[in-house]
Structure formats: C-alpha cells, structure tokens
C-alpha cells in the first residue's frame, strides 16, 4: 500500500477546504474501510512500458498507444473517479493499468493546481500549452511523485521515447 502524495500537500488542504468534507476522520486521513476505484483498462495483451500499462487512448492524435475503441479511455477513467480516488489515503495497485491511473490523476492534479491561478479563459489557454509542452517527469527519474510504485523503463532510448510521445499524446487529451 502507497500513500498518495498529495495527502499533505496544499493542494488537497484546498481540496478539503472547498469540499467541506463533514467528518473529522475524513479531513484527518482520508477514507478507511472504503474501496478505492481501480482502472477496467487493463487486458492480457496490453504492451507495457517499466511497470506501467501503454492504454489505448481515444484521440484525433497519432501516437504508440492504440486507438481506443470502447466508450471508455485511460483520461476518462482518470477523470471520472479524480474526486474519489485522491481522498484515499492507502491505495493497493493491482495491475499495470493501476499505476497508469495514478500518473494520470497526477497529471490531472497538476493542471488544477495551475488551473487556479487563472483568472480569464485566455489564461487557462496558455497555462495547459505550457504544461502540455513542459517535460513532465517520466518514472523512474528523481523527482517523480510515488516513485517507489514506477519501475524505471528497462532501455532508454526505446521506452523512455515511447513513453514521451504516449505521454504527449494523453496530455493533449486532457
């Protein structure tokens, strides 16, 4: 079981505060006793990159993840259970898709945390191309969040190339 990063960050200290979460068990650590939510994503012959699952992605965008043919991709899943999931204070990871989930609600994360600076749609704009176009750490470098839970990529040149342009393509996504 990992802890999540942001259980004592200022952003979640935001989050709480505009939630008004109504118990005190929930403001202290997050939920017990709840199921966390876990990614659907992940089938047999998904590719992996280090210990994470390459998802298909539905996209408009070319890129080394498949194109997603259901009703349901990786960014979708990450955004519909964002609330739910970054309130959990112990998470167990229970496949590859798993550890994808997380990185995206990362990434997610990042966003509304540049995301409440703005005060125009202007603004937002240019904040989520720099944050799109900005390198954003892959796992297994320093400096990454929960990175004890990401194996670094086993080549250099083929997986952290992949990664990067499956990374680009799921951020233009988001």
Request: proline share 6%; with cysteine; hydrophobic share 35%.
């Amino acid at each position: 079981m990992q802890q999540w990063w942001w259980e004592h960050s200022p952003a979640s200290t935001a989050a709480l505060r505009s939630n008004k979460l109504s118990s005190k068990k929930q403001r202290a650590g997050g939920r017990k006793g709840m199921p966390a939510y876990h990614s659907s994503l992940m089938d047999p012959d998904t590719k992996l990159i280090g210990n994470m699952a390459l998802l298909p992605i539905r996209s408009q965008f070319k890129g080394p993840a498949p194109r997603e043919t259901k009703d349901t991709d990786i960014v979708d899943e990450a955004i519909y259970y964002l609330k739910a999931n970054v309130f959990f204070k112990n998470y167990e990871i229970k496949n590859e898709a798993d550890r994808t989930l997380i990185y995206t609600t990362l990434y997610i994360s990042e966003c509304l945390k540049k995301l409440q600076k703005c005060n125009s749609k202007s603004q937002v704009e240019k904040e989520m191309y720099t944050l799109g176009v900005t390198h954003f750490l892959i796992p297994g470098e320093p400096g990454v969040p929960l990175n004890t839970i990401y194996a670094k990529p086993a080549s250099i040149q083929e997986d952290e190339g992949l990664f990067a342009a499956a990374e680009a393509r799921a951020w233009t996504e988001t």
